[in-house]
């Protein structure tokens, strides 16, 4: 029972450098998500995805650009990395409909330096 | 979603019920009270939901009172890796931010 996978799991970048955090769920789960968790702080949504080929902002997109060509993945793209990036980036999926939990994968730890 | 207030700290001896609280006093008719805890470091694990009745599962009971004010949650026998940070969540459960205040951070001791 893989469940959602983030790849990788730690991760230094420069200033400028671009990357991709790779997110896949083999739930067959159409909602997809992306978290940022500052230290000592809660979770803040980026981007989230209702289905392949659809994806919408979440709270603080600015930075970031999403795809979502097939059910399973949903990866995250930094262009031009900056130390304000720096942060626990967290993935989740759940199922269609009202009343459905969202399952979280075990994070990507990002270090802008 | 509602805002939830939960205590900021609790202590519970291991083996012995964990019990907490929550309130969330403006939650909407079609909001669920949802339920995660984020053990250091790890993503956020899903533990329960529930509307208007009581819930249980294998980890956990649910018990929210008949105005939906507020709600519990019960761990019956708790262990050290049950220590965490525990989230109260009013969500509608549909593709939207699950929105994760401070929480209570639960620490199992012997």
Same mark, same amino acid.
């Given at each position: 029972?893989?469940?959602?996978?983030?790849?990788?799991?730690?991760?230094?970048?420069?200033?400028?450098?671009?990357?991709?955090?790779?997110?896949?769920?083999?739930?067959?789960?159409?909602?997809?998500?992306?978290?940022?968790?500052?230290?000592?702080?809660?979770?803040?949504?980026?981007?989230?995805?209702?289905?392949?080929?659809?994806?919408?902002?979440?709270?603080?997109?600015?930075?970031?650009?999403? *795809?979502?060509?097939?059910?399973?993945?949903?990866?995250?793209?930094?262009?031009?990395?900056?130390? *304000?990036?720096?942060?626990?980036?967290?993935?989740?999926? *759940?199922?269609?409909?009202?009343?459905?939990?969202?399952?979280?994968?075990?994070?990507?730890?990002? *270090?802008?330096? | 979603?509602?805002?939830?207030?939960?205590?900021?700290?609790?202590?519970?001896?291991? %083996?012995?019920?964990?019990?907490?609280?929550?309130?969330? @006093? /403006?939650?909407? %008719?079609?909001?669920?009270?949802?339920?995660?805890?984020?053990?250091? @470091?790890?993503?956020?694990?899903?533990?329960?939901? %529930?509307?208007?009745?009581?819930?249980?599962?294998?980890?956990?009971?649910?018990?929210? /009172?008949?105005?939906?004010?507020?709600?519990?949650?019960?761990?019956?026998?708790?262990? =050290?890796?049950? /220590?965490?940070?525990?989230?109260?969540?009013?969500?509608? %459960? /549909?593709?939207?931010? =699950?929105?994760?205040?401070?929480?209570?951070?639960?620490?199992?001791?012997?």
């Amino acid at each position: 029972n893989a469940g959602v996978t983030q790849t990788p799991k730690f991760r230094i970048l420069k200033i400028g450098q671009s990357m991709t955090l790779q997110c896949t769920q083999d739930m067959n789960h159409n909602y997809m998500y992306w978290y940022r968790q500052d230290p000592g702080m809660g979770l803040k949504l980026i981007y989230y995805s209702v289905g392949a080929g659809i994806t919408d902002k979440g709270e603080v997109p600015n930075g970031y650009n999403v *795809s979502r060509s097939t059910t399973e993945d949903f990866p995250l793209r930094l262009e031009l990395a900056a130390p *304000s990036q720096t942060s626990v980036y967290f993935c989740a999926s *759940s199922t269609r409909g009202t009343n459905q939990p969202q399952h979280f994968g075990d994070g990507t730890r990002l *270090s802008i330096l | 979603d509602a805002k939830t207030t939960q205590p900021t700290s609790m202590d519970c001896a291991e %083996g012995r019920a964990a019990n907490l609280p929550c309130n969330h @006093s /403006t939650i909407s %008719g079609n909001e669920y009270v949802y339920w995660y805890r984020q053990i250091h @470091s790890q993503g956020p694990q899903y533990i329960i939901h %529930g509307l208007k009745n009581n819930e249980t599962n294998e980890m956990a009971s649910l018990i929210i /009172t008949e105005d939906r004010k507020s709600s519990t949650l019960i761990l019956p026998h708790a262990t =050290l890796r049950d /220590t965490a940070v525990y989230y109260c969540i009013a969500h509608t %459960g /549909t593709a939207s931010k =699950l929105t994760f205040g401070t929480g209570t951070r639960l620490q199992v001791t012997l």
